[in-house]
């Protein structure tokens, strides 16, 4: 059912002005930065520059950004090459070994370790970081900005959430999702079922097991690590528990291990419950953890059932930790145009009307400050575009080595190689020196 932005009509007029004031904040920053690009010519001009933009996108997501470009930039001529995201990383890899990749390429949040080498940045002069604050939540400088120089900008941000089944919530008489994680906990009898050999026929929730079943495992391992405060990445490098330290690593990691433990109180999952989107699609799973992307693969599965969307739980409500899933446009350092595509970049990811235009035709939950509040109500978008406010994040070295690593070890703890000690300290070791190898 498509959900239609919220009337301006019906926003009180202090409102407005607010709103009116952020807009005009960014008008004014782009004017800024698009004025630090004039009179720096990369390539022979504008009336010369081809422009080839590379992503995970589908194509008509893709096409749609470059031809509204286009549209506005006539002599210029861009062209988007859409490829599957489980291919995306080695394809670019192997392109821009033999220089033959695209101007413009899309960045993962996480992978700007794997990237910064083949990327232009925007020097501080050009793009102050000041600027890149007033436009972005913290966790895109997080992500894309290294030595006050920004790597890339996001156009949309998506952030894990809470899906759960409404009318398995009804059926078992709880009428609101968990707020925490300690309210997570204490519904999970209630929505748990088990028969006599204790095995498991609904799931409270998809939370415990490996990749094997849950695509977002080590998403959760790790957000519940940062909600802890836990610093994954430290100064020197992987850093996941300090040998003084209260052991707060292990703490959140075995926590995660307990909804797929058998002989715990919480247990609730295993990997051999199967795929996680299709035991929710089938009613059998009451609440998994994802992120909006995921939605239509959901609908597409199970167009009627009825699906409830929250924030992730948290150990602290006034101290909210979130984790996000994204990408960024950056700008190749092969590229002979890199000035004109630097303007590409910035008119689509930081022109308000342009984001907004956007986001109302694939409804993304949008990257830009001053559109995360005209979205906050909004039924679909809402949730995940506040969430991005107070959402952190860790460069990772090889975001699929990490993944696999979080998995590996979950899965030696639940199946008993390893003590669940054991798995948490290889995982830190294995981490550490995947950081040091790519270092």
């Known amino acids: 059912m498509p959900i239609q932005l ?42 010369d ?11 008509f997501e893709g096409k749609y950004l470059t031809d ?20 995306y990383e080695q394809t670019l890899l192997d392109a821009l070994a033999a220089g033959e990749g695209p101007d413009i390429f899309m960045v993962g949040n996480r992978s700007l370790p794997m990237q910064a080498t083949k990327l232009s940045p925007l020097s501080p002069e050009a793009f102050p970081i000041t600027s890149f604050r007033e436009l972005f939540p913290a966790v895109a400088e997080q992500d894309f900005v290294s030595d006050n120089r920004v790597y890339a900008l996001p156009l949309f941000i998506d952030t894990l959430a809470l899906f759960y089944n409404q009318e398995l919530f009804d059926q078992a008489a709880i009428v609101a999702p968990p707020r ?27 939370i415990g ?34 040998k003084d330290g209260d052991g707060a690593g292990f703490k959140a990691f075995n926590y995660y291990l307990q909804f797929a433990n058998p002989a715990s109180p919480l247990y609730t999952w295993n990997d051999n419950f199967g795929n996680y989107i299709d035991s929710f699609a089938s009613g059998k799973t009451a609440m998994i953890f994802d992120y909006r992307d995921r939605i239509p693969a959901i609908q597409e599965k199970a167009p009627f059932l009825r699906v409830g969307i929250a924030p992730m739980p948290q ?30 970049i910035i008119n689509t990811a930081a022109n308000k009307q342009a984001v907004q235009a956007y986001m109302k035709e694939f409804r993304r939950p949008p990257a830009l400050r001053t559109l995360i509040g005209a979205v906050a109500n909004d039924p679909e978008l809402g949730i995940f575009a506040k969430q991005a406010l107070t959402a952190r994040s860790w460069r990772q070295p090889d975001p699929g ?36 190898k790519k270092n």
């Open 49 to 59: 520059a081809k422009l080839t933009v590379w992503g995970p996108l589908g194509d």
């Open 315 to 344: 150990i602290a409500l006034d101290a909210a930790v979130n984790y996000a899933d994204y990408w960024g446009f950056g700008v190749s350092k092969q590229s002979k145009f890199s000035n004109e595509a630097w303007k590409f």
């Open 401 to 436: 080595a990490v993944q696999n690593i979080f998995s590996n070890a979950i899965a030696r703890a639940l199946t008993g190689q390893v003590t669940p000690q054991a798995a948490f300290n290889e995982l830190s070791d294995q981490l550490e020196q995947l950081l040091a």
């Open 180 to 206: 925490t994680w300690e309210e997570f906990q204490n519904i999970v009898p209630s929505l748990r079922l088990l028969n006599s050999q204790g095995q498991i026929v609904k799931a409270a929730a998809a």
């Open 68 to 87: 509204s470009y286009a549209a506005i930039e006539p002599m210029v001529d861009i062209q988007y090459r859409s490829i599957d995201r489980a291919d």
């Open 6 to 47: 919220p009337d301006l009509s019906k926003i009180p007029k202090k409102q407005i002005a607010i709103l009116g004031g952020g807009v005009l904040v960014v008008i004014v920053l782009i004017i800024i930065i698009m004025a630090n690009l004039q009179g720096k010519p990369t390539g022979p001009g504008t009336a």
């Open 209 to 242: 097991g490996s990749k094997r079943s849950i695509a977002t495992a080590s998403d959760i391992a790790a957000l519940l690590m940062l909600e802890r405060g836990v610093p994954i990445v430290g100064a020197r490098g992987v850093k996941l528990e300090q």
